[in-house]
């Protein structure tokens, strides 16, 4: 936990101190389900403008992880003349399971249905591993590289750097 924000304790005050009063908000999603047990969600704050709706990218990833196909989703957006921003969906199969374009069209609406047809990714990249660090964290920051086409981040601390490249490759099918 912060014990302050240099020379801005105010903004310390608004920012971790004031959503929950009397309890520190750190930026972190977390949800109990039917069962009592906690999903970590991740980040709250990350967020995408799509169409001037902002659409937390735990929201999609968590529509995706609901459909009895997909094993684990990472989600980020891309730059978009038309939308501001496009949604790019990352997505492993369960039982490493091949994706086809029906597969891709069904995960398509069901997002859509479960959250509303603006939160449909415009790019679904079915990949058979994500990018992980050794400690098993999807690494966010190098999809969104692959998504914006652009030159990719320090990749050191990848478990396995194979697991970039093929991504790459199936996004530049897309």
Known sequence: MLRGIYNDP???????WTLFPG??????GARIDEDGDYWLLGRVDDVMNVSGHRISTIEIESALVDHPLVAEAAVCGRADEITGQAIV?????????????????????????KI???????????????????????????????????????TTTLADPNVLAEIQRQAQAK
Do not use: W
């Open 10 to 16: 105010d903004r310390f005050l608004s920012n971790y």
């Open 23 to 28: 309890n520190y908000a750190a930026g972190d």
């Open 116 to 154: 509303g047809p603006i939160a449909r990714p415009a790019t679904v990249v079915i990949t058979q591993e994500l990018p992980k660090t050794r400690s098993g964290k999807i690494m966010r920051r190098l999809l969104r590289d692959v998504a914006e086409n652009r030159a990719l981040g320090d």
């Open 89 to 113: 969906a990352f997505v492993t199969l369960k039982g490493g399971a091949e994706g086809s374009d029906d597969v891709i069209k069904e995960l398509r609406a069901h997002v859509g249905k």
